[in-house]
């Protein structure tokens, strides 16, 4: 039998928070320490670079790219232990989840809809929270590096606005699949085209943009804030 696939967005989508920003906050302050002039002005630099991502209307792809080449130098597998310990303090905080996306994600994997994340964070990042809710797919940031150190480049495309809907596209056709029998869900104007890919698009409004968007196109949409 045929598998189909639901695509969700993650921050804001089902997670509450930016993976991104508090991978960032986590790294330093907890993980490395800023103790010493360095380390603090390149905690600085980091820290301008995600405020201009939230501030800034320049491409999101370009405030990303600089973000990501602050990883040159770092270890693979140091980022990696790092990632864990963020994202299992996160999957141990209760309030971190969107726990009614969650469920209707859990509810579609009940009837064969297999879920896939996509997002512009770092599959580092996403990895162990896509383990603890049993998603096997991720379209997201790949890190290049040389099997010890990261180099601060991407693997392209990027996984944001409308590279979100070019990694859909290009997964359906990789897993022969009908993109009019699958469902998108996304919290963010960004994640529009992403979600005019399928023939199942849900809207988690929060983001007014979106919601008239999906208002406009007569698409379901539910609340991100629901409890």
């Known amino acids: ?28 302050q907890r993980w ?33 790219l600089r973000y990501y080449e602050l990883f040159a130098g770092r270890q693979v597998d140091e980022v990696q232990r790092c990632a864990q310990a963020w994202a299992s303090g996160k999957i141990a905080d209760p309030k971190s989840l969107i726990t009614h996306v969650v469920a209707e994600m859990q509810s579609l994997r009940d009837r064969g809809i297999e879920p896939v994340f996509v997002s512009g964070s770092f599959v580092e ?3 162990p929270i896509a383990q603890h809710l049993g998603v096997c797919h991720i379209l997201a940031t790949r890190l290049l590096h040389d099997g ?9 495309p990027q996984t944001i606005g409308p590279g979100k809907a070019n990694a859909i596209r290009k997964f359906a056709t990789e ?10 869900y996304g919290d963010d104007i960004s994640d529009l085209e992403m979600l005019e890919a399928v023939g199942n698009p849900v809207a988690v409004v929060g983001d007014p943009l979106l919601e008239r968007a999906a208002n406009e196109r007569a698409w379901r949409h539910i609340s991100a804030n629901h409890s």
Do not use: P
């Open 175 to 184: 897993q022969a699949i009908d993109l009019k029998n699958s469902w998108a």
């Open 32 to 64: 490395i320490g800023v103790s010493d002039l360095h380390r603090r002005e390149e905690y600085e630099d980091a820290s301008a670079v995600l405020r201009m991502q939230c501030e800034s209307t320049n491409s999101r792809s370009v405030i990303n």
């Open 148 to 156: 010890i150190r990261y180099s601060g480049r991407i693997k392209h």
């Open 1 to 28: 039998m045929k598998v189909s696939y639901a695509f969700f967005d993650v921050d804001g989508t089902l997670l509450r928070g930016k993976s991104m920003f508090e991978f960032h906050d986590f790294w330093y």
């Open 125 to 127: 990042a996403l990895q």
